[in-house]
């Protein structure tokens, strides 16, 4: 390899900082993304999708009907930003945390007795989930459900 004088690299940097810049095609996200609004415009004359798709496809644009709405939702998703958090459910205190019934083992199944409490503390009711025949509460006690006929 040649060896290159210091004045002939900078002439190579002039010459590649003065290429302008290389086109390259888009994608079908980045086209609709720029047509979006021009699409909503055609929608809005009453246009339908598979109608607008096929335009497009005679215009030299390669988009079915199916790839376009899938599109143009990924672009209403991204331009409506990050999702709001959900509101956090409220817990009521004086409800306990009861899971179903479902695998225990008998070994799993602690007696049926609650455990003695004092007279004068509030015990917070126990829901029962529909269908349950019987819940394990958050501090590891069994509760079978209530028979309805003795109610």
Avoid: W
């Avoid at 015990?123 to 394990?136: D, R, S």
Wanted: aromatic residues 4%; proline residues 11%; charged residues 25%.
């Amino acid at each position: 390899m040649s060896e290159i004088k210091p004045d002939e690299v900078q002439r190579l940097a002039n010459c590649l900082a003065e290429m302008p810049d290389a086109e390259s095609p888009l994608t079908k996200r980045k086209t609709v993304a720029l047509l979006a609004s021009s699409i909503q415009q055609a929608r809005d004359k009453g246009y339908t999708l598979k109608q607008i798709a096929r335009q497009l496809q005679n215009n030299g644009f390669d988009i079915g009907y199916t790839a376009l709405r899938n599109e143009l939702s990924r672009h209403k998703k991204a331009r409506s930003g990050p999702k709001k958090p959900r509101a956090a459910v409220k817990k009521d205190p004086r409800t306990r945390v009861v899971t179903p019934l479902s695998g225990a083992t008998p070994r799993d199944v602690a007696p049926a007795k609650a455990s003695p409490r004092a007279a004068d503390s509030a015990v917070p009711p126990v829901v029962f989930p529909p269908g349950a025949a019987c819940v394990f509460t958050s501090d590891g006690y069994f509760i079978p459900a209530p028979d309805p006929e003795v109610l």
